[in-house]
């Protein structure tokens, strides 16, 4: 039982695998980033006002079977999502605010944003990492739970709480990289990275036998190739992100083409109609495809093992009439 912020993620995780009794439900953790990446990836305000308006009509006037309304939740938290990371980026649709005020009205308007994708493209790849790493670390978490609840402490302390560490230590020693005035940060990062790695070679192969024993943690820290593999795929966030804000500007910088004229407006208008329709089709299919792959990938590697099914009573069900349990009735 999911609270209703996470609830509509859930047929993404039966997508993939129902999860074993054994297992911890993803679908907080799963909801929670797949929102925060597709959001960043579609990442146009107007583009997600489409998505909020279009799923909340048709939950309202088509009611549809359950399977069916949880998708268009979950499509409509993306577009919330999609509108709070449009706002930053200062994209709506495209930069059309700023094309048609300089093109039909001669007015120099500027959008507000936090990020610029185009000129701050390195900071928009960093903070893509950065996000990336904190779903890594969520999934560790999670891993880290499991162990402990399962009652192998020293696993979850020395096979991932040392993973944990090492990747926070090399989070701050790049951060300090970064930032020569925060030295602070190099130094703190430097040594718990030290520290880290020297444990899990120190420990990494203790449940081994022979040589093995002792050389088992050395050969476990190749794994970091792995977790640098993992990062990198989360440039995709900056990668997306940028295109769909580049693939609008040009349909507007087309529509702008043909003067400010009645003729030109109307030429805009067609191609603002075309070229969005596009850009929206196109990139709202990426980011829910390539968010679904950091999830399934990136996140579930780290602690799910899935492989169970769904609970379904005994029940009537009827093609085309559909009994509710209402809150608080008698079972």
Same mark, same amino acid.
């Given at each position: 039982h999911n609270g209703a912020f996470a609830r509509p993620a859930e047929s993404l995780v039966a997508m993939y695998a129902m999860p074993l009794a054994s297992d911890v439900d993803p679908t907080p953790v799963v909801s929670f980033f797949y929102y925060l990446f597709f959001g960043m990836m579609l990442s146009d305000a107007g583009y997600g006002l489409l998505l909020v308006?279009?799923?909340?009509?048709?939950?309202?006037?088509?009611?549809?079977?359950?399977?069916?309304?949880?998708?268009?939740?979950?499509?409509?938290?993306?577009?919330?999502?999609?509108?709070?990371?449009?706002?930053?980026?200062?994209?709506f649709f495209g930069d059309?605010?700023?094309?048609?005020?300089?093109?039909?009205?001669?007015v120099?308007?500027?959008m507000p944003r936090l990020i610029d994708p185009v000129?701050?493209?390195?900071?928009?790849?960093?903070?893509?990492? !950065?996000?990336?790493?904190?779903?890594?670390?969520?999934?560790?978490?999670?891993?880290?739970?499991?162990?402990?609840?399962?009652?192998?402490?020293?696993?979850?302390?020395?096979?991932? $709480?040392?993973?944990?560490?090492?990747?926070?230590?090399?989070?701050?020693l790049a951060g300090g990289m970064a930032l020569p005035a925060a030295?602070?940060?190099?130094? !703190?990062?430097?040594?718990?990275?030290?520290?880290?790695?020297?444990?899990?070679?120190?420990?990494?192969?203790?449940?081994?036998?022979?040589?093995?024993?002792?050389?088992?943690?050395?050969? $476990?820290?190749?794994?970091?190739?792995g977790y640098f593999s993992d990062l990198m795929s989360y440039s995709r966030l900056?990668?997306?992100?940028?295109?769909?804000?580049?693939?609008?500007?040009?349909?507007?910088?087309?529509?702008?083409?043909?003067?400010?004229?009645?003729?030109?407006?109307?030429?805009?208008?067609?191609?603002? !109609?075309?070229?969005?329709?596009?850009?929206?089709?196109i990139n709202a299919l990426g980011a829910y495809v390539h968010t679904l792959r950091l999830q399934y990938v990136e996140l579930f590697s780290k602690f799910y093992e899935g492989g169970g099914r769904m609970f379904e009573p005994f029940a009537m069900r009827g093609q085309y009439v559909r009994i509710k349990q209402e809150p608080g009735a008698a079972r």
């Open positions: 308006i279009g799923a909340q009509l048709l939950l309202r006037k088509c009611r549809p079977e359950p399977g069916m309304a949880r998708n268009l939740e979950l499509f409509r938290n993306c577009g919330v999502s999609t509108i709070i990371w449009g706002l930053a980026f200062g994209s059309a605010p700023e094309a048609i005020a300089s093109t039909f009205f001669h120099d308007f500027h000129p701050d493209a390195v900071l928009l790849l960093v903070l893509g990492v !950065a996000l990336g790493l904190a779903q890594i670390l969520a999934g560790l978490g999670v891993r880290f739970y499991m162990q402990w609840r399962m009652g192998d402490r020293w696993g979850a302390v020395l096979d991932t $709480g040392l993973w944990m560490t090492a990747l926070l230590g090399l989070a701050l030295g602070w940060l190099f130094t !703190a990062g430097t040594w718990v990275a030290i520290v880290s790695f020297a444990g899990l070679a120190l420990t990494g192969g203790r449940k081994k036998k022979g040589p093995m024993k002792i050389i088992g943690g050395l050969v $476990g820290l190749y794994d970091i190739t900056m990668a997306l992100g940028l295109t769909t804000g580049v693939m609008g500007m040009v349909f507007n910088l087309l529509g702008t083409m043909f003067g400010d004229g009645p003729l030109g407006a109307v030429i805009y208008i067609l191609i603002f !109609a075309v070229g969005h329709t596009l850009n929206f089709g």
